[in-house]
């Protein structure tokens, strides 16, 4: 039974719009998640995370949205650039904020077409 | 900073061979993670490591994956024998220059060892 939910295989986005990229939760007793970014051949790179006791985090063009009532997760990519083309994972954990055991989506790839 | 480093970055094998794949971590990372993708999944955690104490295994299929830490720094992953369902990219992360007590310790992936198993 899948834990994080990434329910959009694939996301296509025009250069300069912005891209907004959901994952749903089923686990209340998460309270730390993330997102990740994997360009092929390469390791996941962390991008951004939120604690449960927010509802928002920003940093520069990304933004992580938490609601816990609904126990769904966006991420806001404002303005979208072509090098943000990669596949986007999110990811969550209980107790041990980023340091404990990750439990990831299947992924979401993002296409920013110039 | 010098990143993850992992090898090999690609293995093929036969089914019911063995297979070891190493980790060297970031320079002072306490911490130290095997997962495993399957193609069009998300990683999953097979075992995590503080020093060279193990703290989660729960995940790892004992009966033929194994994994040590001598010395808290490098790092290897075995299968043996290894089945069809190995076939997986094998991602080594590390965190913690902290020591593991700061939990927003960021984790920092290898570029991972792609195994196919025929």
């Known amino acids: 039974d899948q834990q994080v939910k990434q329910n959009s295989p694939s996301l296509s986005v025009q250069e300069g719009r912005i891209s907004i990229l959901n994952c749903d939760y089923t686990n209340s007793m998460f309270d730390y998640f993330l997102w990740y970014k994997k360009y092929p051949a390469e390791g996941p790179t962390f991008l951004i995370s939120i604690s449960s006791i927010k509802d928002k985090n920003e940093d520069g063009r990304f933004t992580v949205f938490l609601n816990k009532s609904a126990k769904h997760l966006s991420l806001h990519i404002v303005p979208s650039q072509p090098g943000d083309s990669a596949v986007y994972f999110c990811a969550a954990s209980e107790g041990g904020g980023s340091q404990g055991n990750l439990i990831f989506g299947k992924g979401t790839k993002l296409s920013v077409k110039p | 900073e010098a990143g993850v480093a992992q090898s090999p970055r690609y293995k093929i094998i036969e089914k019911r061979q063995s297979v070891a794949f190493w980790c060297n971590p970031i320079?002072?990372?306490?911490?130290l993670y095997w997962y495993q993708q399957i193609l069009g999944q998300g990683p999953k955690l097979l075992i995590q490591?503080?020093?060279?104490?193990?703290?989660?295994d729960s995940q790892l299929p004992k009966d033929r994956f194994s994994a040590e830490r001598l010395k808290g720094v490098d790092s290897t992953l075995k299968i043996q024998p290894a089945k069809l369902e190995d076939s997986a990219v094998y991602l080594c992360?590390?965190?913690?220059?902290?020591?593991?007590?700061?939990?927003?310790?960021?984790?920092?992936f290898g570029p991972g060892t792609r195994l196919t198993v025929l």
């Open positions: 490591f503080q020093n060279n104490g193990v703290v989660d």
């Open positions: 992360a590390s965190s913690s220059p902290s020591g593991g007590t700061d939990t927003t310790d960021t984790q920092y």
């Open positions: 320079s002072g990372h306490a911490t």
